[in-house]
């Protein structure tokens, strides 16, 4: 064998100076032979007396119908080969997502904080959940293994035709603890070793409002909309936040089933999708007049919709901050009022920095045609006495961004009623602490409103939540019928401190305790409102 080797060495050298000395003596050559060709037929014809079913016996004549159907066939085929796996992927990441039970989403008034929610399903077998959205936290968090959770029976709720879940991860095969070594858990030092289960605890801005648990892998249940969608159920893996003690305002009716957070974050549901290519990194939320509402993953919004950059906060993208140019009332715009704001469904009311708000207000009241008033215990200190809204000139508020894009809010306020019907309203703003605004729900209302997270982008155009206009692939869930309207708040309520609760959500500093705490959910708490006066959204 070795004497083999060594003569095997001896002569590779001697062949390949062999071949290099020869070499400009091969000629290599071939001939182009057309695929309908008589030696092609020949050819195929052979293959075809074999038995090889990809080639047919017979070929049609050169110029004939068939000959050039064949032809375009065959284009398809190598088109086919060429971009059929890129095809797959782009239609796959491109398609649109929503939640197993419906795009829809609701406000229940009173009864949940006035915030928009929706169903979602988790787990195998899937449970429901009825989950606050959030654009201004990160994480998804539901009542889990409950120490101290909201009431889930029905019964509790006026609005409500179901109970309320408690998710256990005991219960779901496809769960698992996410370990504290996950590159996601950043519990610090409340995690006592690489293999624990990672604990999470996010405190709110509220006094003595948190959620804490464990975090938690599962299935987040989703259906695909779009074209060329074969199977449109998706099992898309998350992390949960498996939430087993609530307290203050999570005990009071405020996301009492849980809140998903919509934010930039690494742990936030859109990022999840988008990471796995179920998606492009955007989605979509929409409002209209009546309360209810759609959420779409993966929407970038219509190509006529209006938009603007997110802006940075001390470098990274943390939140969605945007930098508005000027303020306009009616079609008076007015110097100095530029300002950032946090684009968050989290929050019913919108904030403007105080400077700002001084000039809105008072160019506002100069442009209403009514006697300003007031209404004990509202938040709001520009309401106006009327008893006719169509009688009533109320200007719109205008935020101008760059390239003269404009986010116009027809109606810009909350409107009082008494026994006799409307008695009043208020202009709904109300004067922020610091030099950051927040645009909530109620400038949203009218508008699908798109978080472009690829083009680190807010677009907006008008809708009524039902045409999405140029995304007509998309299906929509009808409401379900028989859906009771949002309630109004109760007699008791109106006359007990703090009955009436509308919800404001931002950030709260992180703790280095929580998995992922870079959100604040706080209430703003109404004095007692008079008995005859109410609150008024229709359903």
């Known amino acids: 064998m070795a004497a083999h080797r060594s003569l095997l060495l001896f002569l590779l050298p001697l062949l390949a100076s062999a071949l290099l000395r020869n070499a400009a003596a091969i000629t290599l050559s071939s001939r182009l032979i057309h695929r309908f060709s008589d030696e092609a037929k020949a050819l195929k014809a052979s293959r075809a007396t074999a038995g090889d079913a990809k080639w047919p016996a017979r070929w049609p004549q050169r110029n004939s119908m068939d000959y050039y159907h064949l032809l375009v066939h065959s284009d398809f085929q190598r088109q086919k080969m060429k971009l ?53 936290s990160d994480l998804l968090w539901v009542p889990c293994d409950c120490l101290q959770c909201a009431p889930l029976s029905a019964a509790h709720y006026s609005t409500l035709d179901r109970d309320l879940n408690e998710y256990s991860p005991a219960g779901s095969s496809t769960s698992k603890h996410v370990s504290c070594s996950h590159e996601l858990c950043t519990a610090g030092p409340n995690c006592k070793g690489p293999k624990q289960p990672c604990p999470y605890t996010i405190e709110y801005l509220s006094e003595n409002t948190s959620s804490s648990g464990l975090l938690v892998e599962d299935i987040l249940h ?57 998606i492009t990194n955007s989605f979509s939320m929409c409002v209209d007049e009546e309360g209810s509402g759609r959420i779409f993953f993966g929407d970038q919004g ?3 919709q209006q938009s603007t950059s997110f802006l940075p906060s ?26 950032r704001a946090l684009v968050d469904s989290g929050t019913s009311f919108t904030f403007l920095p105080e400077e700002v708000y001084d000039k809105i207000v008072v160019e506002f009241d100069k442009r209403v045609n009514a006697t300003i008033t007031s209404y004990e215990g509202s938040p709001w200190k520009y309401c106006y006495k009327t008893s006719s809204q169509d009688l009533l000139k109320v200007p719109s508020v205008t935020l101008m961004f760059l390239a003269n894009n404009s986010f116009v809010v027809h109606d810009p306020i909350f409107p009082m009623y008494g026994n006799q019907g409307l008695d009043g309203i208020c202009l709904a703003i109300q004067p922020a602490d610091g030099d950051i605004g927040t645009i909530g729900q109620n400038f949203m209302t009218g508008y699908r409103t798109v978080f472009d997270r690829e083009n680190m982008k807010l677009g907006w155009s008008h809708s009524k939540c039902q045409d999405l206009g140029d995304a007509k692939s998309m299906p929509l869930t009808p409401s379900p019928k028989g859906t009771p309207p949002i309630p109004l708040p109760t007699t008791e309520q109106q006359s007990t401190p703090g009955g009436f609760a509308p919800a404001v959500a931002g950030r709260a500093p992180p ?21 005859l006066f109410h609150i008024v959204f229709v359903f």
Not at 114 to 126: Q, R, V
Not at 314 to 339: D, R
Not at 513 to 524: D, E, I, P, W, Y
């Open 84 to 136: 059929g796996g890129a095809a797959s992927s782009r239609n796959r990441r491109f398609q649109f997502l929503f939640p197993s039970e419906g795009s829809n989403t609701a406000s229940f008034g009173n009864d949940f904080g006035w915030l928009h929610y929706t169903w979602i399903d988790i787990g195998t077998p899937n449970a429901s959940f009825l989950v606050a959205l959030d654009t201004g």
């Open 314 to 339: 001390n470098g990274n993208y943390e939140t969605y901050i945007v930098g508005v140019e000027a303020c306009c009332i009616g079609n008076s715009c007015l110097k100095q009022t530029s300002f």
């Open 511 to 531: 703790k280095a305790s929580a998995a992922s705490s870079r959100s604040r959910f706080c209430l703003l708490r109404w004095l007692a409102l008079l008995v």
């Open 222 to 278: 989703l259906v695909a909309g779009g074209t060329d969608v074969s199977n449109n159920s998706i099992r898309a893996p998350v992390i949960v936040g498996c939430g087993m003690r609530q307290s203050g305002e999570y005990l009071d009716g405020i996301a009492p089933d849980g809140l998903m957070g919509l934010g930039l974050g690494e742990i936030s549901i859109p990022s999840f999708l988008a990471k796995a290519g179920l």
């Open 302 to 304: 219509p190509s006529t």
